[in-house]
């Protein structure tokens, strides 16, 4: 099944950038994706404090997914729309897919990447990375993420190093630069 075809979103309006993050125009999700088109998108990881560490939200993504369903990732990671400052965008996004708010929001680097998966789909991204704080208990989305684990620094790196294909394709990317930041 062409899950691409079911999303509710592959109309939505992403932003395609140049090698430097500059907008250079808009195109709806699918034909983005579809096309392999180099768009901005944001990768979000929560974090929270447990006694002497703080630990990392994990969440898995659904399976309805069009990519990378039944794979672990960062807490939440989306596009913003056009005219949205990148936090509000994960502001948003947080809110939509985890259920909650969140604090002490930053942006802590960037990268791109580009991933081809099955049904022809492929991502091709400017992705910025923003570590928040965790304001409350999550309430997930079941449309967006079947499971979520909270894990340290230290279990994460090992998890990425032992089990990387249990993880999404962006996620050795945005961890690595998270786990230098925490």
């Known amino acids: 099944m062409d899950k691409m075809k079911i999303d509710p979103a592959r109309s939505d309006q992403l932003i395609l950038v140049d090698g430097m993050d500059r907008p250079v125009g808009t195109e709806s999700k699918e034909k983005t994706h579809r096309e392999g088109l180099l768009h901005r998108a944001f990768s979000a990881v929560l974090v929270r404090d447990a006694g002497a560490e703080r630990e990392i939200l994990l969440a898995k993504r659904a399976e309805g997914k069009y990519h990378s369903s039944g794979l672990w990732a960062n807490s939440c990671c989306s596009h913003p729309r056009w005219g949205e400052e990148l936090p509000d965008a994960v502001f948003r ?25 099955a049904d022809g789909i492929t991502e091709y991204e400017f992705d910025h990375v923003f570590v928040g704080t965790v304001e409350e208990e999550i309430s997930p989305d079941p449309a967006e993420v079947s499971e979520t684990r909270w894990i340290t620094a230290e279990e994460l790196a090992r998890e990425l190093r032992e089990t990387p294909r249990l993880f999404s394709a962006w996620a050795y990317s945005v961890f690595s630069i998270v786990l230098k930041t925490l």
């Open 93 to 117: 996004r947080i809110r939509e897919e985890l259920g909650c708010g969140v604090s002490d929001l930053n942006e802590i680097g960037s990268f791109m990447y580009r991933a081809e998966f």
